[in-house]
C-alpha cells in the first residue's frame, strides 16, 4: 500500500513586489519561506530562487508597471513560477550584448526548468513570464520498506489564465 507524501498537497501563493530595488531579494525571501514549508531539497530551492530571480529582474529592467509574482505546487510536485509585469517598455539597444553583464537570463531558467514561456496576463498585468520545475520530492512513500522516489516527467502542465 502507498499513500501520497503529505508535502505534495497543491499550493499557491502570491506576491505582489514594488518596482524597486529591493523586489528581486524580497521575492528570494518569499519563495524560500514557501520552498522550506513545502519541503522542497536544497538544489531544488536553489533552482526555483534562480529562476523566480531570473524572472523578476527581467520584470524590473524590461518592463512597466505593477509585478506580482506567483509559485505554486503541482500535486505531482511540480513547482511553477509565474511573474506578471505591465508589459515591455523600450530601452535602446547597445549592441549586440555580447559583452554585456546582462541577457544571460533567459538562458538560465532554460537550463533549469523543465519546460517555460511567456504570454498575456490578466488585467491590472500585461505580460507574464513562467517556468515549470520538475522535482526530485517523492511523490509515494510505501508503507513498509525503502522509500521509492518519483520524478515527474510531464511536460504538458503550463499555467492558467
Do not use: K
Amino acid at each position: 500500500m502507498t499513500t501520497s507524501h503529505p508535502a505534495l498537497q497543491r499550493s499557491r501563493t502570491s506576491l505582489y513586489l514594488a518596482r524597486r530595488p529591493s523586489a528581486c531579494p524580497r521575492a528570494r525571501r518569499w519563495a524560500a519561506a514557501a520552498l522550506q514549508q513545502w519541503e522542497a531539497t536544497g538544489q531544488e530551492r536553489d533552482d526555483v530562487l534562480l529562476v523566480m530571480s531570473e524572472l523578476v529582474t527581467n520584470a524590473l529592467i524590461h518592463a512597466t508597471g505593477p509585478i506580482r509574482a506567483h509559485l505554486a505546487r503541482d500535486t505531482a510536485g511540480r513547482i511553477h513560477i509565474q511573474v506578471d509585469d505591465g508589459g515591455p517598455t523600450h530601452h535602446g539597444d547597445d549592441g549586440d550584448g555580447q559583452d554585456d553583464e546582462h541577457g544571460r537570463g533567459l538562458g538560465i531558467v532554460d537550463h533549469l526548468a523543465h519546460h517555460h514561456g511567456h504570454g498575456p496576463a490578466p488585467y491590472p498585468y500585461r505580460c507574464r513570464a513562467w517556468a515549470v520545475l520538475t522535482t526530485t520530492h517523492p511523490a509515494t512513500v510505501p508503507a513498509a520498506g525503502p522509500r521509492t522516489t518519483v520524478v515527474p516527467a510531464a511536460r504538458t502542465l503550463e499555467p492558467t489564465a
